[in-house]
């Protein structure tokens, strides 16, 4: 069998687990006590070593500029698909979609399959892209979220400055913040993970290797999808795969990309899953919220879990389909072709269900309107 697919098969038996494990967790307090070891601890250690190891390559600088791009458009175009999706604007789970679906997990996604598929030199360029992705989920989704968070628990008729106060004490006292700090000092001194001591560079390692065993234990814990939330979270997901393909296809045309593996990275990158960070970042506002018992939930906890949950399996076929797929996506058109049909999947069963609630409407409303006649008559 394929190293990639089994790789997928590893991180999938891991979510199995956290599903069977359920039994054992019988309260929120315990699966809250996971994620707290994940924000405090396990993912800090991940971020400062992934920094530490940056190498910027002055030749590859334009791919990390090209990601933060596909982010930031992903980001932009929520505010139409969303609604679109059946989920209103100004709902909890409005701002948990619009903060994971433009993120890209690309080292739990598709990392693995860039490496087997395309090789080293492929995989070098995927992690300088993934630079970009990186300032958008760490810097931008976290802004956005605490100023989500601030505006919709302070009054309104606050100033900015007021709101502007405990966002800054946020960031400044948040695990992860403080550890990414401390790898920018070190980085603009010229140190790496090799120039700290070993006790210390030894345990940030091994609090790193605990971080996706436990991430995805908790999305098997935590996850609790309902039907209806399982179709709903499906077409987001297909239609955020066809707008992908669709820049992608507008991006290598316009570029005049030929090579086939540059084509394929541009694409496997861009299918990658959504990321836990901007999870970690509804997860501290979560916490915030319950610790003073508020009322208000800028975020909806368990529709970001299912996010995560869906987005994963969806997205690794969607990859190894891709970079399985020969020299089929040499031709633009068959990007286009494909994206298309991604689309056309995601606002289908949306647009028929709206259909199929308007009928049963009208219809109800005629059953009323006979049933009011029919009484008259007989009285």
């Known amino acids: 069998m394929d190293i990639g697919i089994q790789k997928t098969i590893v991180f999938l038996f891991f979510i199995l687990i956290g599903v069977l494990l359920k039994v054992k967790f019988k309260s929120k307090e315990e699966i809250s006590g996971i994620k707290k070891i994940i924000l405090n601890l396990a993912l800090p250690a991940t971020i400062f070593i992934a920094l530490l190891g940056v190498k910027v390559e002055l030749h590859l ?6 990601a933060l791009g596909l982010n930031l458009l992903l980001f932009f175009s929520m505010p139409v698909i969303l609604p ?10 409005y701002r948990t979609a619009k903060l994971l679906v433009p993120s890209l997990a690309p080292g739990l996604s598709s990392f693995p399959f860039i490496l087997e598929f395309l090789g080293e030199e492929y995989l070098a360029k995927a992690a300088m892209s993934d630079l970009g992705n990186k300032v958008f989920v760490l ?10 968070h601030y505006g919709l628990q302070l009054d309104k008729k606050k100033n900015g400055g007021t709101k502007l106060k405990p966002l800054i004490k946020a960031m400044v006292s948040e695990p992860v913040n403080v ?12 140190l790496h993970m090799d120039s700290l001591p070993f006790f210390l560079s030894e345990t940030l390692e091994k609090l790193s290797l605990i971080m996706t065993p436990l991430v995805l234990l908790f999305i098997g814990l935590a996850v609790k999808i309902k039907r209806k939330q399982f179709f709903q979270i499906f077409c987001l997901l297909c239609t955020r795969a066809g707008l992908v393909l669709l820049i992608s296809a507008i991006f290598v045309t316009v570029a005049g990309i030929e090579a086939r593996n540059e084509i394929l990275l541009t694409m496997a990158f861009g ?24 009322k208000r939930r800028t975020f909806s906890g368990d529709f970001g ?8 399996p969806l997205s690794t076929m969607l990859i190894l389909a891709t970079l399985n797929s020969g020299s089929f996506f040499v031709n633009p058109v068959n990007i286009f072709m ?8 995601g606002f289908i069963i949306p647009l028929c269900s709206g259909i199929s609630k308007k009928k ?19 009285a």
């Open 305 to 312: 879990v299912a996010i995560l949950a869906l987005s994963f």
């Open 61 to 66: 600088l334009i791919l990390p500029l090209l």
């Open 338 to 345: 494909v994206a298309v049909a991604l689309l056309g999947i």
């Open 360 to 378: 049963w409407s009208e219809q109800k409303l005629i059953d009323h309107e006979i049933s009011s006649a029919a009484t008259e008559k007989a």
């Open 84 to 93: 679109l999706m059946g989920i209103g604007k100004g709902t909890s789970e």
């Open 139 to 148: 810097f931008f989704l976290y802004l956005v979220a605490m100023n989500w």
């Open 271 to 294: 299918l990658s899953a959504c990321s836990f960070w901007p999870y970690a970042h509804i997860a501290a506002v979560d916490s915030m919220e319950m610790d003073k018992k508020s």
């Open 179 to 190: 550890f990414i700090a401390a790898a920018l000092v070190l980085l603009a001194f010229g």
